[in-house]
């Protein structure tokens, strides 16, 4: 089992920062792929951003260049800082961990998310 814990959720303004922070723990050894994802009110969960272990990112079209995701020296901590926020990213944010598979990652392990609401 791995157990993940996000952090640093909360309040902004349109076109300030936040950084969310994603701690795992347990057996870390069966992932190597952690990501997050994000709902929406009225809306279905979509994936905001992934990276490997061994550092490949993937990002949805749409983010890529306001959102980084970047992880630790191992898989025990990632970290997705989002710039430039706006009112439509207002959101629970999960970090999800798993095993990446050819095309699509695994998604085993999820934390509880963190709102982010973000103020126009």
């Known amino acids: 089992q791995v157990q993940l814990v996000e952090s640093g959720g909360g309040l902004v303004q349109a076109g300030g920062s936040l950084r969310l922070t994603c701690a795992a723990s347990?057996?870390?050894?069966?992932?190597?792929?952690m990501g997050w994802y994000r709902q929406a009110p009225g809306k279905q969960r979509e994936l905001v951003a992934s990276?490997?272990?061994?550092?490949?990112?993937n990002y949805a079209d749409y983010l890529r260049g306001r959102f980084n995701i970047f992880r630790g020296a191992g898989m025990n901590i990632v970290a997705l800082q989002m710039n430039s926020l706006k009112p439509e990213d207002t959101a629970v944010y999960y970090c999800?961990?798993?095993?990446?598979?050819?095309?699509?990652?695994?998604?085993?392990?999820w934390g509880e998310g963190t709102l982010v609401t973000v103020s126009s």
């Open positions: 347990g057996m870390l050894g069966s992932i190597n792929v």
């Open positions: 999800a961990a798993g095993r990446q598979r050819v095309i699509t990652p695994d998604w085993r392990y």
């Open positions: 990276i490997t272990d061994g550092g490949s990112t």
